[in-house]
């Protein structure tokens, strides 16, 4: 919601407001869009805790398999995706809770997971230009995430049709990521 929007003309506003109040509302309607957003920004980033966060320089859509994921290559060079990418990668559907069911998942099956899912557990924060900081994750946790659900398929630790489709995404996304690295490391290797 713009800021033009939910205040009214200065000739409106009620007579009672001095000082600071009738400074800022007039301060307010000559703010550009632009202005207002980098405001809202540097608002919502103060509200997590943290009024330095990395920005997106650069967003795309990685296409593999029928999922669009949304990616992004922050200023300091990490490349991230977004969680809720994240979680729809490996099929799992509906919104919300998905990371939560993700590290409960990681815990269940082997104690070995606890550093995958410690990461999982504390996402990135950036703005990548939307109103409010997007939450994500360095590209390579989607592969740690793809062999331990692979690991636990070969263990037999899958039990559920809704952990077995987690495998099999997990699988479909591992050989997509196999066929872009070859492709990689031929264009490194060539310069």
């Known amino acids: 919601m713009d800021i033009e929007e939910t205040t009214q003309p200065a000739e409106e506003q009620p007579s009672q407001l001095t000082g600071r109040a009738k400074g800022g509302i007039a301060r307010a309607q000559k703010l550009t869009p632009e202005e207002r957003r980098v405001i809202a920004r540097r608002a919502a980033a103060a509200r997590w805790g943290n009024t330095e966060i990395p920005r997106a320089g650069f967003q795309g859509i990685l296409h593999i398999g029928d999922h669009d994921i949304p990616c992004f290559v ?8 977004s969680g809720r990418g994240m979680t729809a990668s490996i099929g799992m559907r ?4 998905g990371t939560a069911r993700i590290v409960a998942l990681l815990r269940q099956k082997s104690s070995e997971n606890n550093d995958l899912a410690l990461a999982i557990e504390n996402p990135l924060v950036f703005d990548s230009g939307a109103p409010l900081p997007t939450q994500g994750y360095e ?10 659900l692979l690991n636990a398929r070969d263990q ?3 039990k559920t049709q809704q952990e077995r489709r987690y495998g099999d995404a997990a699988y479909i996304l591992t050989r997509a990521f196999a066929k872009v690295g ?3 490391l031929v264009d490194e290797a060539t310069g």
């Open 74 to 81: 922050l200023d300091d060079g990490r490349r991230v995706i």
């Open 94 to 97: 509906g919104r919300g809770q």
């Open 139 to 148: 590209a390579p946790t989607l592969v740690s995430l793809c062999e331990a």
């Open 156 to 158: 037999g630790l899958l």
């Open 182 to 184: 070859i492709i990689a």
